[in-house]
C-alpha cells in the first residue's frame, strides 16, 4: 500500500484532517484502515455539519440536497452526452464480429456506474469545502 498517497487523498478531500499522517495507518491491516478512515470521516463530518448548522439551523440538509441536486444535473447531462457518443461509436463493432447492443449496454452501464461513483466523490469534496458565510444584518442606515 502507498500510504503517503492515500493520507494525501484523504487530506485533499477532507481538510479537517489535516493533521492525518501515514505512521497511523502503518501497523493497520486493510479492515483496519477502512475501519479508521470511515470513523475519521465520520468525526470530521459531524464537526463540518456543527460548524455549518451554528449558522444557520439545518443548513447542511440544505447544502447536501444543493450538491446533490447540482451534480446529478450536471453528470446527468455529460452522461446523456457520452451514450449519445457510445451510440455511434458502437454501431462500428458489427464489423468485428460483435454484438453492437450487448457492446451498447455493456459500456452503457460501465458509464453509468462511473456517473455514480463520480457524483458520490463530488458531493463529498463539495460538502467539505463547503464554506458559508454568516448573512450580513442590513441596518437601516446601510439603505
Known sequence: WELDKLVSKVKEFVYLLADMTPDQLDDLSVEEIKTFLHEQVRNAYDMKEAEVNAIRAELMRDAERFFILQQIDTLWREHLQQMDA???????????????????????????LDMMTDIRRNVVYSLFQFQPQPAMQVSPEMV
Do not use: A, M, W
Not at 86 to 112: A, M, N
Open 86 to 112: 457510445l451510440r455511434e461509436s458502437v454501431g462500428l463493432r458489427g464489423y468485428g464480429q460483435k454484438d453492437p447492443l450487448i457492446e451498447y449496454k455493456t459500456e452503457g452501464y460501465e458509464l453509468f
